[in-house]
């Protein structure tokens, strides 16, 4: 009963973690595309806008061509992707997801999984260092 509870509270821990990962990487991309928009308006504005605002040179602008061209490849990946996956599943001739983790399962060559993976759970970095300096003397000595 105790280590259910403990399952049950590591849920919402873990949630809150992939969505503070999610956000800091969300946040570092929007950033990266800003600062590389502001760079390249700084480096050349006369270009930056001719790309932004059709004309009768170029009757679409940059931005809606990239939209479209990211629109197109979506598809073609997102379609392509489950095109292949549905060939698989069929081929395969399984009917739900358990069947066709078996039929991977025994497809696939087994994992040998060692014995003793070590320790995983450190208070400080101080303690993983001397727990490698350790280990690092044991295998010296053998």
Same mark, same amino acid.
């Given at each position: 009963?105790?280590?259910? %509870?403990?399952?049950t509270? /590591? %849920?919402? #821990? &873990?949630?809150? /973690?992939?969505?503070?990962? @999610?956000?800091?990487?969300?946040?570092?991309?929007l =950033?990266? !595309?800003?600062?590389?928009? =502001?760079?390249?308006?700084?480096?050349?504005?006369?270009?930056?806008? &001719?790309?932004?605002?059709?004309?009768k +040179?170029?009757? /679409?602008s940059?931005?809606?061509?990239?939209? #479209? =061209? @990211?629109?197109?490849?979506?598809?073609?990946? $997102?379609?392509? !992707?489950?095109? !292949?996956?549905?060939?698989?599943?069929?081929?395969?001739? $399984?009917?739900?997801?358990q +069947?066709?983790r078996?039929?991977?399962?025994?497809?696939?060559? #087994?994992i040998?999984?060692? +014995?003793n993976?070590g320790?995983?759970?450190? %208070?400080?970095?101080? /303690?993983?260092?001397?727990?490698?300096?350790? +280990?690092?003397? &044991?295998?010296? &000595?053998s």
């Amino acid at each position: 009963m105790n280590q259910s %509870k403990e399952v049950t509270e /590591e %849920k919402p #821990r &873990k949630l809150l /973690e992939t969505s503070f990962l @999610l956000g800091v990487t969300g946040m570092s991309i929007l =950033a990266g !595309f800003g600062m590389t928009l =502001a760079l390249a308006k700084k480096k050349d504005p006369v270009y930056f806008y &001719k790309g932004m605002l059709p004309t009768k +040179e170029m009757p /679409e602008s940059g931005g809606s061509l990239a939209m #479209r =061209a @990211l629109g197109w490849g979506t598809l073609y990946a $997102v379609g392509g !992707f489950s095109i !292949f996956c549905a060939g698989v599943w069929k081929m395969m001739g $399984v009917n739900n997801m358990q +069947e066709f983790r078996m039929k991977i399962g025994n497809a696939l060559p #087994r994992i040998p999984q060692k +014995e003793n993976p070590g320790r995983s759970d450190f %208070k400080s970095v101080r /303690e993983l260092m001397n727990y490698l300096i350790e +280990e690092s003397d &044991k295998s010296k &000595k053998s």
